[in-house]
């Protein structure tokens, strides 16, 4: 079963109130790190895996991308992305990411945030993505850090008094389901290693390009203090790959 938790109404309005879907992706902490690794897009057939709300769409047209093509698989979602986008450029389709079945060699780039940690088989993704690609394109993404997922409870380890201690890391070694929350709802993620991302892109044929692990931007710790204890983990990692030209 493809889990699509934000067509409930009670999750999709909560999700809808946090600061990455009111303030766009200059609300989104780990963006002024991601936006570094994209390419070049003047020109470029750019495809996003899990578009939310067109945030990135829009943002591969400001920067002059020929097509942008959207996909996800929840309705409420597009909905919202076609009323916050005017532009016969971008398209949108309500379709899983597994389920995505371009043409061979469509795309320049292809990326994707946050979403393949709710993914099961991160391998058969790897390599839908490297087939739609063009020779030499680009896949950019961004999934919450193994560090982070390694556990159900992915919650700091408190003393008595509720100040955070650390970070627990657990069952790192064993990959698959994780039953957590978020915004108060229990929601599916798949932990996978920092190793299995790597390998499985390699193994699709990809060449690793640039990895990143999040820390906070010196605007989002102006703004929100609370954010230096992500100096203590990293909540996301970023990677960016290359289809070999040959």
Known sequence: MKQNKYDDPQFFSAYDQMPRSVKGLEGAGEWHILKEMIPNLHDKDVLDLGCGFGWHCRYARDQQASSVTGVDISEKMLEKARKMTSDPFISYLNVPIEDIDFPNSQFDVVISSLAF???????????????????????????????????????????????????????????????????????????????????????????????????????????????????????????????KNS
């Open 117 to 243: 940690h709710y993914i099961q088989s991160f391998k058969s993704s790897c390599e839908k993505v490297y087939a739609c690609l063009k020779p030499g394109g680009s896949f950019v993404f961004s999934v919450e850090h193994p560090i982070f997922t390694s556990r159900n409870e992915q919650d700091w380890y408190y003393d008595e008094e509720g100040k955070r201690l650390h970070w627990p890391v657990d069952h790192y070694q064993i990959e698959g389901m994780r039953e957590t929350m978020f915004l108060n709802e229990n929601v599916t993620k798949y932990h996978r290693t920092f190793s299995t991302y790597i390998n499985d892109l390699m193994e699709a044929g990809f060449i690793i390009r640039t990895v990143k692990e999040s820390i906070p931007s010196d605007e989002i710790l102006k703004s929100s203090p609370e954010m230096e204890d992500e100096y203590r983990r990293p909540m996301f990692l970023m990677i960016s790959a290359e289809k």
